[in-house]
């Protein structure tokens, strides 16, 4: 999940980067960028509620890393905006090779056995079966199942009741704006 708001970050990154390079690529960078944003929101976010990435969003990366690779300047300033664009898609590729990544099968079987084991041991150390005592077993119970389901929930973070917006993609188109009307960007709401 951090992963997504760290790629959406790369791609303001490469879109900032991108104000420095030299006029007939700036333009066509910056519209990639733009592109893959959109690809993310509208058609990738869908593919991955099904566990899978979108081939579009992967051919819409490598699109910005050809035309930041067709960059030909001597500039050093172009040069480095190049460099700067270059690294920050790395975190872009990470996003996409990530969206498989669940918690491991083992680990979550581990977790359940050891739920039975943190509910089944009050009953076999001895504890009465008392109205204090039910109440506390009820309680833990309850605890551990909300975690367990929750976890569960959170291992395919692009489906189900408790699932990941992509957000961030959303919010780097309004930064994309704000790069190219030189507005200095506001503090995102807390809403």
Not at 39 to 51: K, S, T, Y
Not at 105 to 122: K, N
């Amino acid at each position: 999940m951090w992963v997504d708001v760290v790629a959406a970050l790369a791609g303001a990154e490469v879109y900032w980067s991108a104000r420095l390079l030299p006029e007939p690529d700036r333009p066509v960078v910056q519209r990639r960028v733009r592109e893959y944003n959109g690809q993310v929101i509208v058609d990738e976010w869908l593919q991955m509620g099904r566990g899978h990435g979108s081939p579009e969003a992967w051919a819409a990366a490598d699109r910005i890393r050809v035309s930041v690779d067709a960059v030909r300047s001597q500039n050093p300033s172009e040069l480095a905006a190049k460099t700067d664009a270059l690294r920050s898609l790395t975190d872009v590729y990470a996003r996409l090779a990530d969206i498989r990544a669940q918690v491991p099968v083992l680990a979550l079987g581990g977790l359940v056995v050891g739920s039975v084991f943190v509910l089944a041991a009050p009953p076999v150390i001895g504890l009465t079966a008392n109205g204090r005592n039910l109440v506390l077993m009820g309680f833990g119970g309850a605890s551990v199942a909300f975690a367990v389901s929750l976890v569960f929930q959170l291992s395919g973070p692009f489906d189900g009741a408790v699932r990941v917006a992509p957000t961030a993609f959303e919010r780097a188109l309004t930064r994309y704006d704000q790069i190219d009307s030189g507005r200095p960007a506001a503090a995102p709401s807390s809403s």
